[in-house]
């Protein structure tokens, strides 16, 4: 059993950054595939990015050169670093994550029907 919690969200100005994060706590969650997901107002869950046990990493290509996904071992933490922010990046970002055999993830981008724990989400709104 797994805990989320993200911080790091806010309000920012298109070509801003915002550095989030995810506290992982109640398991060992070195064996998890971990990820980040967004939901725009009136739009489905995507997958943003994820990462497995050996940081190998997926992006969606709305993303890629523009946001950095990592994590820490040490301090139990996910980290989305959001860079060139554009007002169509305003949603709510989740940090998710699932179980799997040595810690790797399925291929290709995350999809919400494998991740089994969610957090509640920190908003980030970007204005033009």
């Known amino acids: 059993q797994l805990t989320l919690v993200e911080s790091g969200g806010g309000s920012v100005q298109a070509g801003g950054s915002l550095r989030l994060s995810c506290s992982i706590s109640g398991h060992t969650y070195i064996w998890y595939c971990m990820g980040w997901f967004r939901q725009a107002p009136g739009k489905e869950r995507e997958g943003v990015a994820r990462?497995?046990?050996?940081?190998?990493?997926v992006y969606i290509d709305s993303v890629k050169d523009r946001f950095s996904i990592s994590q820490n071992h040490a301090n139990h933490t996910l980290y989305l670093q959001l860079n060139s922010l554009k007002p169509e990046d305003t949603a709510m970002y989740y940090c998710?994550?699932?179980?799997?055999?040595?810690?790797?993830?399925?291929?290709?981008?995350?999809?919400?029907?494998?991740?089994?724990?969610w957090g509640q989400g920190t908003q980030v709104t970007v204005s033009s």
């Open positions: 998710a994550a699932y179980k799997r055999p040595g810690g790797l993830c399925r291929t290709g981008l995350p999809k919400e029907a494998d991740f089994g724990y």
């Open positions: 990462i497995d046990k050996d940081d190998r990493i």
